[in-house]
């Protein structure tokens, strides 16, 4: 985003609480980049409320220095942040929701100042309109706008072959999953829905990409169920499309979600994909039995099952691999970039095409 309106000749600058040599995604040297290097680990209540008051005195002071016209934030305790920094700047502040509300807990501190201070905003991005629903009392009279995440053509053409190897006479197959090693993502579940499936007797892998707390528990999970050939967790790939790549499937095992980019993106590189049909995301991404498989909520057994039916059908991931690439025209940077326009411009939310993200014309499974 930042880059995109950077190319359209608006100054924008880039702040986060993290120093700027953090950065993974490359920005256009005219987008000023602002790295406040206020991460600080908190062992206490005390140390955290100092912590955050050192964090909200940098960012006002930079949100003076700065002097922007509209100010965009991500994420629950940032924009809660952001919100308080800028009281009595007269400026318009923009909140941005990035996972679901519903589900991800704040605690009773955040979710306090959460209520207090999400009606100062300009105006609130949501991703989908369960989420809208649940924001809309929180920000009062103030418009809440549904910007779904877009999503490029991935390059070059995807569904090469993995990258293992034949082993013992039959060739071995990719089935990748992605995102950070932490409950929310639910791949404490998928490993047990694979060591359910017959696809890891069939000669497939699956290989999740990512990092996090979890990773002890779910290394432990794996070798209690004798999963160490067929279950690899490599860390995070800073070239995860490459990986995806040279997958023949993708599975999302969420507990909950925004809008799931790796799924928009492993869509684009045209897998098939199963999915639990999490709130919130899935739904208006997947069609099922179009371009995927959507599946129960954190229903182990239909996973298994869903991945079975998936794995073991080849003409059934052409078909919906085929198909899977479609997502980067129903949900294309231009739209985004039109639904984020009339954010800034205060439009109507309720016009369209901003008010949802469902694709109107889903044709039916085949």
């Known amino acids: 985003m930042a880059n995109h309106w950077s190319d359209q000749g608006v100054h924008v600058s880039l702040l986060t609480l993290a120093a700027a040599e953090t950065d993974v995604y490359p920005l256009r040297p005219s987008v000023e980049r602002i790295g406040l290097d206020v991460m600080r680990h908190s062992s206490g209540p005390l140390q955290a409320i100092a912590n955050n008051w050192m964090r909200l005195r940098t960012l006002r002071r930079t949100l003076r220095a700065t002097r922007p016209d509209v100010v965009i934030s991500f994420t629950d305790q940032i924009n809660v942040l952001t919100l308080l920094a800028a009281c009595g700047l007269r400026l318009r502040v923009v909140i941005c929701e990035r996972v ?31 989420i809208r629903e649940f924001i809309q009392p929180l920000v009062k009279r103030r418009a809440v706008y549904v910007v ?65 707390s979890e990773r002890p528990a779910l290394e432990a999970r794996i070798r ?79 996973l298994a099952a869903a991945l079975d039916r998936l794995t073991a059908d080849p003409a059934l991931q052409r078909r919906m691999g085929a198909r899977a690439g479609e997502v980067v025209d129903r949900f294309s940077e231009s739209v985004f970039y039109a639904r984020w326009q009339a954010v800034l411009t205060g439009a109507n939310p309720d016009a369209a095409p901003f008010a949802s993200c469902t694709d109107p014309h889903r044709p039916e499974p085949a």
Not at 251 to 278: D, H, I, K, T, W
Request: aromatic share 8%; charged share 20%; proline share 7%.
């Open 224 to 302: 209690e169920l004798g999963l160490e050939q067929q279950v690899e967790l490599p860390g995070w790939r800073d070239d995860h499309l490459a990986e995806f790549q040279r997958a023949e499937a993708f599975v999302l095992s969420s507990r909950y979600e925004g809008f799931p980019n790796v799924l928009l993106e492993a869509m684009a590189c045209g897998l098939p994909v199963v999915s639990f049909s999490c709130p919130t995301g899935p739904d208006e991404i997947v069609r099922d039995g179009v371009d995927g498989i959507l599946v129960e909520p954190e229903n182990v057994s239909a």
């Open 100 to 130: 679901d509300p519903r589900h991800h807990h704040l605690g009773r501190s955040w979710s306090f100042l959460r209520r207090c201070l999400y009606r100062r905003c300009f105006a609130a991005v949501v991703q989908t309109n369960a």
């Open 148 to 212: 779904p995440n877009c999503v490029r053509s991935a390059q070059p053409s995807c569904n090469q072959q993995p990258d293992t190897p034949a082993v013992a006479g039959f060739q071995q197959h990719l089935l990748v999953a992605c995102g950070r090693l932490v409950p929310q993502k639910g791949f404490d579940l998928l490993i047990d829905a694979f060591a359910q499936s017959t696809a890891q007797r069939r000669g497939w892998t699956l290989r999740v990409l990512g990092e996090g």
